[in-house]
């Protein structure tokens, strides 16, 4: 019997030793008191996380957190700057997204969130830049296309609102009928 007693007490510390070894090896999230222990990959991942939940303010803390510690992260500026641009401060997201572009100039995505929240503040000027910039980048962006089409339609720039339509015809027909529809319903 006393056998018997001894393999189930060797069974139950293994098992806890087991259970010790598994929480090492794939770690559970910080309680939030814990968070000074976090480094610029755990706030950074912590934003993606919260922005997938919807959680734009949380994640634009977590992201502010990031820089704190790496200031030179170009996708965490690009997050942040994302991530105001949904909480509605405008002004603050091209900053945060102009800061990401300084230190990734090839960042197609920093191109195509500046543009459009330029765009979505009527700054068409600025915009038709961005949009630019993403198509030297990605010439084969059909959204790129589209809404450099329609700011060039903005700024009373009808002849080349109808090269972007051209250059759209050949990469997404839907859109290119969408921004044609535009600029004749403008020319009239």
Not at 134 to 146: A, I, K, R, V, W
Not at 172 to 179: C, E, S, V
Request: overall charge negative.
């Amino acid at each position: 019997m006393r056998h018997s007693t001894c393999t189930h007490l060797m069974v139950l510390l293994l098992a806890g030793l087991a259970g010790s070894i598994a929480e090492e090896v794939h770690p559970q999230p910080l309680p939030l008191g814990q968070e000074e222990y976090l480094d610029a990959e755990d706030w950074f991942l912590s934003g993606l996380a919260l922005n997938s939940a919807g959680r734009y303010q949380d994640a634009a803390l977590a992201f502010a957190r990031s820089l704190d510690i790496n200031p030179e992260s170009a996708a965490a500026w690009l997050n942040l700057g994302t991530v105001e641009a949904l909480n509605g401060d405008f002004q603050q997201a091209i900053k945060d997204l102009k800061k990401a572009l300084s230190l990734a100039p090839k960042l197609s995505l920093g191109y195509s969130n500046l543009a459009e929240v330029y765009f979505r503040v009527q700054q068409y000027p600025e915009a038709a830049e961005a949009y630019r910039s993403l198509l030297e980048l990605t010439p084969e962006d059909s959204n790129g296309h589209y809404k450099l089409g329609l700011c060039y339609l903005y700024l009373g720039e009808a002849g080349k609102a109808q090269g972007e339509y051209l250059a759209l015809k050949l990469l997404d027909p839907d859109l290119a009928g969408k921004l044609i529809r535009a600029i004749n319903q403008r020319g009239t």
